[in-house]
């Protein structure tokens, strides 16, 4: 599912007007036998109407000076304007006194205040489609020009009371109530509009990003091979929440978590450190930022069709596409238990209710790093595409079902002769600039022959190959440490303790990491040690 937020294009042409089906009388003589004034009435548009009832002049100057904006510019075309042609709406009007009217009109001076007063007041009084509001126990629903999904009868709607429902008009059908609709932010929407969250708000907003429909738009032809349109339709979408989730979507319903300032920046100035790419990676500060924000945010936000028992466990969405994993021997992440309990994520939170879920703000973030973005990081030895050199030897996969065995496969490695000693390299990918031990995971022969296993250990060296900061390669050979297995168990061999590795690779093509295995048997110690190797994987463990 794409979120689409989409920006309502008006035409100013004149259209065929059309005539009201229903009245505003909830008599059933009344409702079929119209009187000659409901008539002439229901023959005039939505703005005389309002012009011709003085308990709604202030909102007639609030629609007179707030101008239609189409493709982010503010036009010449006021909503009065919009309101007095054959276009046909649903349209809900406060009465004098129950609103600010000065405020609103001194923002609409402004691009930036006629674009908020046209969205969180105007489009929220207004339908595209044409609503009348019933007697009977069934609510009605309204779809507001900025996209808010309200709910209400003739009684009222949303909790305000309707004075006089179902007037109508050449071009709709008119509402009036007490006072505003209440404008209920998204998600999205608290980030920029709430001060204690708009660092973030503001980074959220640099992903937004338009989109032509075509298929929504109204076409004219192909003008000298060109396609033109008369009507075009932009979908306003961030490219960002469309990976970890569509918050800015009013038909969804998601939790988040949001730091307070001082919460979210120590957070994210620690993810930054994690996420240092070298001098040579394009537009690495960029990149920095997107991966710092995905760290902190992939764990922020839960999507409530996603979870089984929210009060139990909530899962993120990375939890959704890894869960395949094999969890005996990974770090299960994304996965948070007891939420709302003492040492819950949602522990001594402040829930906001939004249009389409809750804010849940905190003073304190309550993720570390190993918790959530710095992982354990598993090259699978059985995935040869992971090899990327390899030196007198053959090898073969195997696959084996054992709890003991990650991913169910291991790769055996056979030297060309009974004294070769052979080298393979195999490349890790998505490490950060963090600090590691870094460990290849060995097996016994017995997984292969129970009954009369080889006892003889491997004998090997080692080299960790990486990049630093100014993009140059380095090698560290692991203190030139003569590794030995147990025989007799599954063994993680420490290769290098406390690894830090300078420059982060996440999400990177070039094979800038890698780990070379190098057998280092002597021709006299043949006999008591084995060259051939079942290696399991090279495996990442983060350290704090």
Known sequence: MITKLVKYIFACSVCCCIAATLNSCAEWDDHYNPSAT???????????????????????QVLQQTKVFRHHKKTAVSYADLLDQGQTFTLVAPVNGSFNRDSLLQLVQTNQGDSIVEKTFVMNHLSRSTTSLGTTSAASKLLMLNAKHLVGDNHEIEGVSVTTPNIHARNGILHITSRPLPYRQNLYEAFSLMPQLSTIGAMLRQYEQDRFDPDASVSAGIVEGVPVYVDSVVIEQNTLLQRIGLIDAEDSTYWVLAPTQQAWQKAYDEATQYFQYDEKVLKRDSIQQFWSLRALLDDAIFNLNEQASPEDSLVSVPYRLNRNYNTTHRQVFHRFLKPFMPGGIF????????????LYTTNTWPFTPTETYFRELWSEAEQIQYITTDKDCSYNIRRLAADSISESGYLQIIPRTATSNWELTFRVNNTLSGTYDVCAIILPKAVSNPTNPDLKPNKFKATISYIDLEGATQTFNCNNTQF??????????????AFQFPACNYDQNDIKVTVKLQCSILARETSRYAREMYLDCIYLRPRK
């Open 38 to 60: 409901q008539e002439a009435a229901a023959q005039q548009t939505l703005w005389k109407q309002l012009q011709q009832n003085p308990q709604l002049s202030d909102f007639c």
């Open 347 to 358: 522990y001594d939170t402040t829930p906001i209710a939004c249009s389409n879920g809750i």
């Open 484 to 497: 030995q297995n147990d025989p007799l168990r599954v063994d993680t061999v420490v290769l290098a303790e």
